[in-house]
């Protein structure tokens, strides 16, 4: 069978109160008719803005959740009432710092989980060496994790999610919080793991973590896939437009709002890199905005300005309508 995971109009409802004073009933619609096909030993990546159903949708996928509607395989079985079947081949590993034993070693964070994984103790050792060696923390295994920076946590993280070799790992905003060059490791180590065979379903903020590690990736927003499609495919949303990118300091709302209504402006968003403003127009490539643009900025002291041609980021934008920065923040 070729599919690691199948969904079928997946949703999820959360029924939730809020309000201090007089609190109310609200119903929130966290992933409303998501289709998904992850085939096995694919890198799979789940990409949108905060809220758009990223977790939800892992959620109902490894178990955690069960869907209001709709249904989901995952190894051919079903996420509602084959739960065991499911767990038992599944690993699931989220961002940030929970999770491990601080006062302990590596080597006895993963000798703790193995047991509570139930991996056999003649195989113990040989798979903790394997993952040491994966994860790229092999000689500081001996360390206690309390020393251990955000990256090699993270990496940690996903030995352990790996140890009782799960055919499919959740890998839930692996590179949050983490430093460039951990993140790259921590590429590295996820790219390694697909050359094993495991599928990944990864979601994250970061467009160029998609682009590199992903065989195919759906865009996510308002609970349902905008798009999808492998990084080349989803680049063709920003085809026929030309991009402006403008670095700025002080610009003001007005004059922002002045900029999404001119002609030929099909999206702006603002990034903040450091102290300035950086204002990326797209418009259509038959239209040349740039004069209007530093005209609406007339008394904005500016930087550099450059026009290029659109990447997989404005693609996201494209689809979205928003920043993927704007929205990691
Ligand atoms: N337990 C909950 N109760 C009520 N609402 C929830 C709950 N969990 C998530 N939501 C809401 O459901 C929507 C989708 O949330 P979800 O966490 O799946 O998004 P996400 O894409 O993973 O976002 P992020 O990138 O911020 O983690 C959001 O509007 C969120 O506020």
């Known amino acids: 069978m070729a599919l690691a995971i199948e969904a079928r109009d997946l949703r999820r409802t959360y029924r939730t109160r809020t309000g201090w004073l007089n609190p109310r009933r609200v119903e929130i619609d966290a992933v409303r008719g998501v289709d998904l096909d992850v085939r096995r030993g694919e890198l799979f990546g789940l990409l949108g803005p905060n809220g758009a159903g990223k977790t939800t949708t892992i959620k109902m996928l490894n178990t955690l959740l069960?869907?209001?509607?709709?249904?989901?395989?995952?190894?051919?079985?079903?996420?509602?009432?084959?739960?065991?079947?499911?767990?038992?081949?599944?690993?699931?590993?989220?961002?940030?710092?929970?999770?491990?034993?601080?006062?302990l070693s590596a080597l006895d964070n993963l000798r703790y989980f193995a047991e509570l994984y139930g991996v056999p103790a003649a195989r113990q050792k040989r798979r903790i060496g394997e993952l040491l060696e994966l994860v790229g923390l092999t000689g500081r295994e001996r360390?206690?994790?309390?020393?251990?920076?955000?990256?090699?946590?993270?990496?940690?993280?996903?030995?352990?999610?790996?140890?009782?070799?799960?055919?499919?790992?959740?890998?839930?905003?692996?590179?949050?919080?983490?430093?460039?060059v951990a993140a790259r490791e921590l590429r590295n180590t996820v790219a390694g793991l697909a050359a094993t065979?495991?599928?990944?379903?990864?979601?994250?903020?970061?467009?160029?973590?998609?682009?590199?590690?992903?065989?195919?990736?759906?865009?996510?927003?308002?609970?349902?896939?905008q798009a999808l499609g492998t990084a080349d495919e989803l680049k063709h949303h920003a085809e026929g437009r030309r991009v402006l990118e403008v670095q700025a300091f002080g610009v003001s709302?007005?004059?922002?709002?002045?900029?999404?209504?001119?002609?030929?402006?099909?999206?702006?968003?603002?990034?903040?890199?450091?102290?300035?403003?950086?204002?990326?127009?797209?418009?259509?490539?038959?239209v040349?905005?740039?004069?209007?643009?530093?005209?609406?900025?007339?008394?904005?002291?500016?930087?550099?300005?450059?026009?290029?041609?659109?990447?997989?980021?404005?693609?996201?934008?494209?689809?979205?309508?928003?920043?993927?920065?704007?929205?990691?923040a």
């Open 66 to 103: 069960i869907p209001s509607s709709g249904s989901a395989r995952v190894c051919g079985f079903d996420v509602v009432s084959q739960t065991r079947e499911v767990r038992r081949r599944i690993g699931y590993v989220f961002g940030g710092d929970r999770g491990l034993y601080d006062r």
């Open 143 to 180: 360390e206690r994790v309390e020393g251990y920076s955000r990256g090699m946590r993270q990496r940690l993280h996903i030995a352990r999610g790996l140890l009782h070799e799960p055919e499919v790992l959740f890998l839930d905003e692996p590179s949050i919080g983490v430093d460039p």
């Open 197 to 225: 065979g495991t599928t990944v379903l990864l979601t994250t903020h970061y467009m160029a973590e998609a682009e590199e590690l992903c065989d195919r990736i759906a865009v996510i927003a308002g609970g349902e896939i």
């Open 288 to 328: 040349d905005v740039q004069a209007d643009v530093l005209r609406l900025l007339d008394g904005v002291r500016l930087g550099r300005v450059t026009a290029r041609q659109p990447t997989l980021e404005d693609a996201y934008v494209a689809i979205v309508g928003r920043s993927p920065v704007e929205v990691a």
């Open 253 to 286: 709302d007005s004059q922002l709002a002045g900029i999404d209504v001119l002609p030929g402006v099909r999206e702006s968003s603002v990034d903040i890199v450091g102290t300035a403003q950086v204002l990326t127009v797209q418009s259509d490539a038959t």
